[in-house]
């Protein structure tokens, strides 16, 4: 049994963290520090230049990258053809994000608006084919309140 004094979940980290792949993860590392303020907790880059592993720290919490590595089976989703999966990021003012995030070269796939469910939220995408949802809260809603504007903004077909 081992004896290591070891946290099970490093301070810093969360219990859930992304593990992006990016074609081209060096520059994405640059990309997310200027789209939404990153900073470099780590990078490790082979012999040869690529990124093995980088974490990066956006707001209170860590984003993980490495670069596609297709004999291990790590494709990113520009080699995929996309993905189904959205990061979603909550930020004190959405609108001025959105804004640095596409003057960094994202593009926007849902403008920003006042949701019904309490946010102000938009959507983008990254120059490496992620998707991010960015949002900022606005309102606390209760369930019933939430369900009477979910109903209202989707009404029945």
């Known amino acids: 049994m081992s004896t290591s004094t070891s946290k099970p979940i490093p301070e810093g980290m969360r219990s859930l963290t992304p593990h992006l792949v990016c074609a081209d993860a060096v520059q994405a590392i640059e990309f997310y520090k200027q789209a939404f303020g990153a900073t470099e907790a780590m990078k490790l880059l082979a012999p040869n230049g690529q990124l093995v592993h980088a974490g990066l720290r ?17 494709l990113g989703p520009k080699s995929l053809k ?8 909550m930020v004190p003012n959405v609108d001025a994000t ?8 994202a593009t926007v796939t849902m403008p920003v608006a006042d949701m019904f469910w309490g946010d102000r939220y938009g959507q983008l995408l990254d120059p490496f084919g992620h998707r991010w949802s960015v949002a900022t809260h606005l309102r606390d809603l209760s369930p019933e309140e939430l369900h009477e504007a979910m109903l209202k903004a989707m009404p029945a077909s």
């Not at 956006?58 to 291990?72: K, R, T």
Request: proline share 6%; glycine share 12%.
């Open 58 to 74: 956006i707001g209170d919490s860590m984003l993980m990258l490495a670069e596609e590595c297709p004999e291990w089976g790590s």
């Open 82 to 89: 996309g993905s189904p999966v959205v990061i979603h990021l």
């Open 98 to 105: 959105v804004a640095q995030a596409v003057a960094a070269g």
